[in-house]
């Protein structure tokens, strides 16, 4: 059943308690990265609620009863007029008359016939002298100006006409404009009229519109056109101008669809026909609605989860983009903060002979040669040590004459709290006495001791601060596969491929699993098979904790666990030196703790032993190493001499790494020539270049300060 759970938690490998390594120009990347999304965000909110970038979908539609539109001067301005063939206006009533007709039609159903019947009707009005108010909007009146507005005819202002339908539909509605010409009382000669007639131009002067996405609240933009027409009174013409209604629907909802409609018409066509002279008007103009065909414009505004869709591939496309430099920078800057933190890098240019591998015969005998060497120098060496008492004195006064003025002030206080409670007290000075004695000389001792460790704790700062890392540039390491400008990277980028190499040799999968089995092989060998059978009994870790009702859950302390994250650095100073200091003051010291204390760095090894008491320590050593060559005729195979490679003994003549917790360990001493000649060409920088003599006065002067409290 647990197969089919695609929800599960993948387990992976943490690297300093965190699942991803990070690096600080990631993180630069990511907030950049971040800062352009959100920037992006912005720009779609901001985008949407002013109503810019719409999706727009246009469909031309059929319709059977276009919606009727109402003409008025707000609504759509008409303009009409007569022009001869030298372009000059007239709109004499003397020459000319334009009545308007508004015809309606429409279909009701008669009871008695059962049918339905249709009933016309025509509305007559005049038209007159056109004024600013029957073009009210100011940016389209400029137009209507230009054609000298004043000199054509509109419809009345308090008038409301309309158009609706087409002329099947039930209810039908068009505008008619005929033009006649002046007979009777009131008009011109018959020449003056038959010369502006036979020949002139019917213009009329209009607002039309036109969609525009982005306009949010009215997408219809108004603007002002005009048509021709060539006329004359011997041929009349029939001119039909139709319409068209625009729907536009738009979509305003964030999360749910929130359509909005409006509708207004525009300008479709013209078309013109020839009519009989007989039929009385010498121009007909018909402002009705097109058959059958309607615009439709479809506005969808961004949503929050187009948003979101828009937001995402442009995160995808910023993240594949960057991808490629991010995760290849931190993969190698990871790989160099492994690499820094496995290994100790050191150039050996200037001295050949160090940090190389010995895979031969003859630099093994070399190398034990120095060590024994080295050996009767220290002996020589111990023997200065062993007479270095007086220095003791001289180095007592110069740390007690180094006291801090914290620590002088200190001192007064308590000179100054012993006199007083000598005066309360008189009867018990002496007892008193006895105690601010002993109380003193414990504050100085501990300021002493204090003084020490801290002194000690800096140095090992300054080892942790030298440590030989390797330093490059990331980028320069990456530009380095594509070009060959950093030719003097060329031989760092070796050692860095070589330690990458190692890096992912040991986390080969493979290497792994044969650890994980040499560790298995290993505790067969270590323990014993009724060690091994309790082995599995031993309990797991337990989180103890307890309730309270003020501090709330407490966790307790428990030994399985690795309390040493939490202490500071100093702590963990102070710690590790009682633990040498364990280490070092056993009676019978394993071969296990000084095969520890023979793989310490030279200067951690002076660091941590520089308040031990060097005489007593050397004595015990000595006692030991006559233990073990009471047992050389035992084991043939123990060389004492080749023993004695390793730094324990480099360190302390008298003693022995072969050191055994029973007989037997000592026939494996071949062994441990052969491992501690390797170790020493292995990791050179185990041994400083602080000299032996220097390191003695250094210990004496340490004895020095112990042995005064």
């Known amino acids: 059943m647990n197969q089919f759970d695609i929800f599960g938690s993948q387990v992976s490998v943490r690297f300093k308690g965190s699942q991803i390594y990070k690096t600080k120009f990631g993180a630069f990347v990511s907030a950049l990265i971040f800062a352009v999304i959100l920037l992006r965000l912005g720009i779609l909110v901001h985008s949407v609620v002013q109503g810019r970038n719409p999706t727009v979908l246009f469909q031309e539609r059929p319709v059977q009863d276009p919606r009727k539109f109402s003409i008025t001067p707000d609504t759509l301005s008409l303009a009409i007029g007569l022009q001869d063939t030298h372009f000059n206006y007239y709109a004499d009533n003397s020459l000319f008359t334009i009545q308007g007709v508004h015809k309606i039609k429409k279909t009701v159903y008669n009871s008695t016939t059962g049918q339905y019947d249709q009933i016309y009707t025509s509305n007559k009005f005049n038209l007159v002298n056109c004024t600013d108010d029957n073009v009210p909007d100011p940016q389209l009146r400029d137009f209507f100006l230009k054609s000298q507005l004043y000199q054509h005819q509109c419809i009345p202002k308090d008038l409301i006409v309309g158009i609706e339908g087409q002329f099947n539909s039930d209810f039908y509605q068009e505008l008619n404009f005929y033009f006649y010409k002046c007979k009777g009382q009131g008009c011109k000669s018959d020449k003056e009229i038959n010369t502006l007639l036979n020949n002139n131009y019917v213009e009329l002067l209009f607002t039309d519109v036109n969609f525009a996405p982005e306009n949010k609240e009215n997408p219809f933009q108004k603007f002002s056109r005009d048509l021709y027409w060539i006329n004359s009174q011997n041929l009349p013409r029939n001119v039909n101008v139709y319409m068209r209604n625009n729907y536009v629907e738009s979509d305003f909802g964030w999360v749910t669809p929130d359509v909005e409609t409006q509708i207004y018409p525009s300008f479709s066509y013209v078309d013109n026909q020839i009519a009989d002279s007989s039929i009385g008007f010498f121009f007909h103009l018909v402002i009705r609605f097109e058959k059958e065909k309607e615009n439709l414009y479809k506005r969808t505004y961004d949503n929050l989860f187009t948003i979101m869709s828009q937001i995402g591939g442009f995160s995808q496309i910023l993240l594949t983009v960057f991808s490629f430099i991010c995760l290849k920078y931190s993969q190698i800057h990871l790989g160099r903060s492994l690499i820094n933190q496995s290994f100790d890098f050191q150039d050996i240019s200037k001295e050949p002979n160090q940090g190389t591998l010995i895979s031969n015969p003859t630099q093994q005998q070399n190398n034990t040669e120095m060590a024994e060497n080295q050996v009767y120098q220290n002996q020589n060496n111990n023997k200065l040590f062993n007479q270095s008492p007086p220095m003791k004195e001289s180095s ?22 012993l006199v007083q409670q000598a005066q309360i007290n008189p009867l018990d000075d002496t007892q008193q006495q006895q105690q601010i004695n002993q109380r003193n000389n414990q504050n100085i001792g501990k300021q002493l001791a204090d003084d020490v460790i801290m002194k000690d704790y800096q140095k090992q700062q300054e080892v942790q601060q030298n440590r030989q890392s390797l330093h490059f540039n990331v980028f320069f390491y990456m530009l380095s596969f594509i070009t060959t400008i950093f030719k003097r990277f060329r031989n760092k980028k070796q050692v860095i491929d070589y330690g990458f190499k190692e890096i992912s040799n040991n986390l080969d999968i493979e290497y792994i699993v044969k650890k994980f089995i040499e560790v298995d092989k290993l505790k067969r060998i270590i323990l014993s098979n009724d060690q091994l059978t309790l082995f599995n009994y031993i309990p797991r870790p337990q989180i103890l904790y ?27 100073f102070k710690k590790a030196k009682q633990c040498f200091k364990n280490i070092a003051e056993k009676q019978k010291p394993t071969k296990i703790d000084i ?32 233990e073990l060559q009471a047992m050389q005729p035992v084991s043939p195979s123990y060389n004492l001499s080749q023993g004695m490679t390793t730094k324990f003994a480099l360190k302390h003549p008298n003693s022995e790494e072969g050191v055994c917790d029973s007989i037997e360990d000592c026939f494996d001493s071949g062994k441990i020539k052969k491992y501690s000649t390797f170790k020493k060409v292995r990791n050179p920088s185990m041994y400083s270049t602080i000299s032996d003599q220097e390191k003695i006065v250094n210990y004496s002067q340490k004895d020095s300060i112990d042995e005064k409290y």
């Open 396 to 417: 007592f006064q110069l740390q007690t004459s180094q006291k801090t003025p914290d620590q002088l002030y200190q001192s007064k206080e308590d000179k100054i709290s």
């Open 546 to 572: 307890k309730e309270d009702k003020t501090q709330g859950v407490i966790i307790e302390k428990n030994s399985f666990f690795n309390n040493d994250d939490n202490l500071s650095d100093i702590d963990k």
């Open 595 to 626: 095969s520890i204390l023979n793989l310490l760095d030279d200067k951690q090894y002076e660091i941590l032993s520089s308040k031990l008491d060097k005489k007593q320590f050397l004595q015990r050593q000595q006692s030991i190493l006559k």
